[in-house]
């Protein structure tokens, strides 16, 4: 089935560790997002990418790091979690033409860091 | 500042009953809005598009409106049903740049 995935569904995690969330898409977008939402604030770009090979920062990109090897994968590094990244994350991806492009999300990563 | 504020944040209403959610915006310059729906636990997922020269667009028993003089947009739900419990979030496009609205908190009641 065609979409977009993420992993892991759910991570409690220790301040200070590295963790990396993983998102995979299958429709052969260009273009892939990472965003987080919490609860007031709505949905935030963290990083983004517009095609293989090329990253760019958002709205809120500290402490967070991407990469984007091939035109599948776009995962979301946390070098050091500190529990004000403790979110919901969703990747998104968009076929990356101007204008009316939709964007597709994930189910989301729920991360907990204490 | 580029911003979108949605209205109201939350609202119940009985299963049935129409309801219609509003979004405001200061984006410049507009390419286009879109109407996201997302279900609890899930990622949104879009329910419909407005382009500037588009007034009134309807998916099914939603009907979405805009207003580019005034930079209004209102998302009409009609006979809603439980399965429309949900938060409905709106997204203006300015250029390559989106902006969010917080989104508004529907449930609705048996």
């Known amino acids: 089935i065609a979409g977009i995935t993420q992993a892991p569904t759910s991570q409690i995690l220790a301040a200070g560790r590295r963790m990396t969330l993983r998102c995979t898409q299958d429709?052969?977008?260009?273009?892939m997002y990472w965003y987080r939402q919490d609860l007031g604030l709505g949905l935030r770009l963290i990083h983004y990418?517009?095609?293989?090979?090329?990253?760019g920062k958002g709205e809120v990109p500290d402490g967070y790091s991407v990469s984007r090897a091939n035109t599948d994968d776009f995962p979301l590094t946390l070098a050091s979690a500190v529990p004000s990244q403790t979110s919901v994350y969703f990747c998104?991806?968009?076929?990356?033409?101007?204008?009316?492009?939709?964007?597709?999300f994930g189910p989301g990563t729920r991360l907990t860091v204490l | 500042k580029n911003q979108v504020e949605q209205s109201p944040q939350s609202l119940i209403i009985l299963e049935g009953k129409n309801c219609t959610l509003q979004?405001?915006?200061?984006?410049?310059?507009?390419?286009?809005l879109r109407w996201y729906k997302q279900d609890t636990g899930r990622g949104p997922v879009s329910l419909t598009i407005?382009?500037?020269?588009?007034n009134t667009k309807s998916n099914g028993r939603y009907t979405a409106t805009l207003d580019a003089d005034t930079k209004q947009s209102s998302l009409h739900i009609t006979a809603s049903q439980l399965s429309d419990s949900a938060s409905y979030i709106c997204?203006?496009?300015?250029?390559?740049?989106?902006?969010f609205g917080k989104g508004t908190m529907l449930l609705v009641s048996p």
């Open positions: 429709m052969r977008h260009n273009a």
């Open positions: 997204v203006v496009r300015g250029g390559s740049t989106l902006t």
């Open positions: 990418s517009n095609t293989a090979g090329t990253t």
């Open positions: 998104a991806s968009s076929t990356g033409s101007s204008g009316s492009d939709e964007q597709f």
């Open positions: 979004c405001n915006y200061t984006v410049s310059p507009f390419s286009n």
């Open positions: 407005m382009t500037f020269s588009e």
